[in-house]
């Protein structure tokens, strides 16, 4: 006997009738995988701009040692700058699983395109009406 549990399938409702269709789904993989690449790009870029202020910090922070200014100030500039370069690091830790979020949304998009197009094309092309979802699953 098998150790995988069926569960139930709770899709969310994207149609009037709160049935889950072809265009619905493909429609809101494609928009979250859009947003997911969005995201990314935004993380790079602000990872790319605490790498800079980072830098800027450490410059000034020499600036301050040559100028001989209060040592407690240099080192909460140094401090600061450490910090940036801490978002920076963590930025790019969560660009690259959000990029991996996104790929997988892609994947899965190209996966349900691949094995449904086919089955919405007929539906679409019969002009019949159809079955609700799940009156023809086998148990």
């Given at each position: 006997?098998?150790?995988?549990?069926?569960?139930?399938?709770?899709?969310?409702?994207?149609?009037?009738?709160?049935?889950?269709?072809?265009?619905?789904?493909?429609?809101?993989?494609?928009?979250?995988?859009?947003?997911?690449?969005?995201?990314?790009?935004?993380?790079?870029?602000?990872?790319?701009?605490?790498?800079?202020?980072?830098?800027?910090?450490?410059?000034?922070?020499?600036?301050c040692d040559q100028a001989e200014v209060e040592p407690r100030f240099t080192s909460l500039i140094r401090e600061a700058g450490g910090e940036l370069r801490a978002v920076a690091t963590a930025s790019g830790e969560m660009a690259t699983a959000v990029d991996d979020m996104a790929t997988a949304a892609d994947d899965l998009s190209t996966s349900h395109d691949r094995e449904y197009r086919g089955v919405y094309e007929s539906v679409q092309a019969s002009g019949a009406r159809q079955a609700r979802p799940g009156f023809y699953r086998t148990r």
């Open positions: 006997m098998s150790d995988l549990v069926p569960r139930p399938v709770h899709l969310p409702d994207t149609t009037a009738a709160g049935r889950p269709s072809f265009l619905a789904l493909a429609a809101r993989v494609t928009s979250f995988s859009a947003s997911a690449f969005a995201l990314v790009e935004g993380l790079r870029a602000l990872r790319r701009q605490m790498e800079h202020d980072a830098d800027d910090a450490d410059r000034l922070a020499e600036m």
